[in-house]
């Protein structure tokens, strides 16, 4: 009996550093569009902007208005420097808000950021 014990919690252990060490993006429940293109996330200190189905925005999981998005994210990079900026728009989010949201930033200065989407199947 004592072995098997130790199977399990050794599998427990595996199981929880598995989840620790999984690079995990803090979305609100979007669905992704799928991409064929693109990297794997690194683990990184990050800023993420979400556009639900009805182009509502989220500052990290927070809703805000496109007029105070700009400022907030200021505040925000201000107290993580080195923090990235991060994108996910749910797949039925009208186009227009996503690239009014990509204006936004661009006009604020942020021209770096990253998009978020699910990979395709086999990859």
């Known amino acids: 009996m004592a072995p098997l014990v130790d199977v399990v919690f050794l599998l427990l252990t595996f199981f929880v550093f598995a989840m620790v060490l999984m690079v995990r ?3 609100l429940d979007v669905t992704l569009p799928t991409l ?9 200190a990050a800023v993420t902007i979400t556009l639900d189905a009805q182009g509502r925005i989220y ?6 208005e ?6 907030a994210l200021r505040v925000t990079l201000a107290a993580q ?5 991060n994108i996910a728009a749910d797949t039925a989010c009208p186009s ?3 690239l009014g949201v990509i204006d936004l930033l661009s006009e604020g200065g942020f ?10 199947a086999g990859e």
């Open 59 to 64: 500052l990290d999981a927070e809703p805000i």
């Open 66 to 71: 496109s007029s105070a998005l700009i400022d």
């Open 96 to 98: 227009g808000d996503l």
């Open 81 to 85: 420097p080195d923090a990235k900026i």
């Open 111 to 120: 021209g770096a950021f990253q998009l978020f989407g699910t990979p395709e």
């Open 36 to 44: 064929g293109a693109g990297e794997s996330a690194e683990p990184v």
């Open 25 to 27: 993006a803090e979305v």
